[in-house]
């Protein structure tokens, strides 16, 4: 079979996995996450050397040490993902809820199930546990996955997939639940985005070339887990202590993630004294800051001018971009101009302009008085996490069971026909 | 301007008209729609004289009668336009109702609100009022909508649209959260399609010509109104009387519609009795018959063979097609390999054998000894519909107001940082 003929047949397989998984309840979907979770510890030194293989290939490749650091297992690591299998084995399973159920007037009862969404694919540029996380996650919520991961972690998430499919065979569940592209090819991904038949949702992690190749040619539902360039607005009536804590938590905390503070706006009022001392802590801690003219003349030198560009710049990294703003809604104009719509904070004591921020600003998160880091399934107390969409349908924010599921209609009747 | 440019200055002039309208309270919005009726009502003659141009191109064109019928307007169906409109404003407004909400141990309080999507557009091909009735689904909900119809109503939706764009502004609020493409160009379907930063979903309702034409291009999430090849399976354990009305209601009370039954599936035990007198009834209500060789051995020849096609085909017309099966099991099968997950029942007396069929039936809406017509906006008790969604994401079934929002988290703290 050529790329195409395997990744159909996938398609037909996971299909048809999916009817199967669908029908088990959560018992036995708990049974295969516990034999899964069983088969990576069995299986340890088999996928560290997979892993060793994608670590020599990434230094050939002299790819950066910090991204060579994010691929390398060990056997701590390989003990972390046993325990999260066994972590969402213990969560509660949302197959099965009713969201709502009512009566009409003809007698007719109408219920409105949450239902396993069918096949997911998952298209990835990232650490090997992600290939983990997502299928025992689509296992958890009675879906079939088609997984297909970076180059640069390949061998990993073979070894790693291989673990869980015997898992499943283990616990005398159809294997075909995980599937896993094994190839780099980014065709892969082009074949995978036209299967509307087979592939109900895509869910995409990774950079803008990754997710473009997804979107110009996905005819299915996708899910995107995009970029993140998150403010934090500093308001005339903020805590200055408070907001310099928040500021500096959410830009040095952990700098090379979608909820990092890029972008710091501060109210004219409170610029001078905020700044002044904020500006210098940030500097203190080798952040590099890109500031409008105002931000500047009360900083001072060390602080670059901002270009246009560093508005809409993620960076990942300790870059800083700032600028003095005449009011909220002046803060709220430039997020809604610049942002990515992930996640924004006011910083202040009212609570009528902490309100209006909070309702106009339209991102998925929004925040009075606490870190954009928060933005996390973790964070929030979902137990687990496929990603964190930057979409607005359907699922937006972080992403973990129930935005794994859809739902459907049973209606219960005695004979009624329409009039 | 040209087309492209045109259709891009309406995207810009939608997302700027959806900030606003977002921002409004459910009061302004309902003087809003009040308006819009006023204004249907007070511009009728315009109206009717546009509606009068569709009709003379229609016939000119040598269109079916039924589809010059659904293109009509009269005096009587824009007063029926109108008094939907007042419907509407009647409505609950889902927009800021908090679905969920928690405290996490660290004391951040999370609300999960709901709230407008943005910019809606929707690609469709029918009657008038559907112009409207998308239009004011969009103001309630305080979405603005950019609207593209069918060149055979291209007069009357430009002459609706006008009036309620009079509506909005007579009640204050910017007209532009209602724009109508008014060209019949196909290309404009393309470039709304890839306009994802200023549209944030396409609602398309229309043939397969239409829909491919919107998914070809689309980079914003799709959700289809398109095909509904629906069944009725009869079981063993029926109840044969029950099972007839059932039958007869869902093929013959209005064929032309996506809820209308187009395959009957049987079960051989009661194969003879049942299909001896349905069979003899369908026919006597002049609906061609498709069957399979056990159905034509039993109600004969006037039964014609059905082919492999029959099985995926919608009708939307006399003309049914029917199989007999061994098993609740094989129909199962049946529906999952030719149907299109739209609305599907089972009629039996056995309530193990309906449960199954209710929970391995993966349509949209499934019934239990009830008709598949049921699966409508207003049947469901939404009081409105902008359409059926035959997708599984974001919305699945009948599609009203709730399915025209999403939501945001809105976090508030006490200076909670992450450590």
Partial sequence: MNLQETIEDFGQRARKASRELAAY?????NRALEAMADAVRDRAATILEANAKDIIAAE??????AMIDRLRL????????????RNVAALPDPVGAIIS??????GLQISKVRVPIGVIGVIYESRPNVTSDAAILCTKTGNAVILRGGSESIHSNIAIADALRHGLRYAR?????????????????????????S??????????????????????????????????????E????????????????????????ETLLVHRDVAEPFLQKCGAELLRRDVELRGDQHVRKIVGDAVKPASEADWTTEYLDLILSARVVESAD????????????????????????????????DSATVYWNASTRFTDGGEFGFGAEIGISTDKLHARGPMALEELTTYKYLIRGTGQIRR
Same sequence: chains 1, 2.
């Fill in 199 to 236: 592939i109900d949702m895509i869910v995409s992690r990774g950079g803008q070339a990754l997710i473009e190749a997804v979107l110009a040619h996905a005819r299915m539902p996708v899910i995107k887990h995009y970029q993140g360039v998150c403010h934090v607005y500093v308001d005339r």
């Fill in 60 to 65: 050939g490749n002299a790819l950066p040490r």
């Fill in 238 to 261: 903020a805590d200055l202590g408070m907001a310099q804590e928040i500021v500096i938590n959410a830009k040095c905390q952990r700098p090379g993630v979608c909820n990092a503070l």
């Fill in 173 to 197: 569940l159809r294997e075909d639940a995980i599937l896993l592209v094994p190839t780099t090819d980014r065709e892969a991904v082009r074949i995978m985005a036209q299967m509307d038949r």
């Fill in 74 to 85: 060990d056997a701590k690591r390989l003990a972390g993902i046993e325990r999260d299998i």
């Fill in 101 to 106: 159920q009512w009566e009409r007037p003809n």
């Fill in 330 to 361: 002046a803060a709220i104009d430039h997020i809604e101009k610049y942002g990515s719509h992930h996640s924004d904070a006011i910083v202040t004591g009212n609570k009528a302009t902490a309100e209006q921020f909070l309702h106009r600003v």
């Fill in 25 to 29: 309840n959560t018992e036995a979907k």
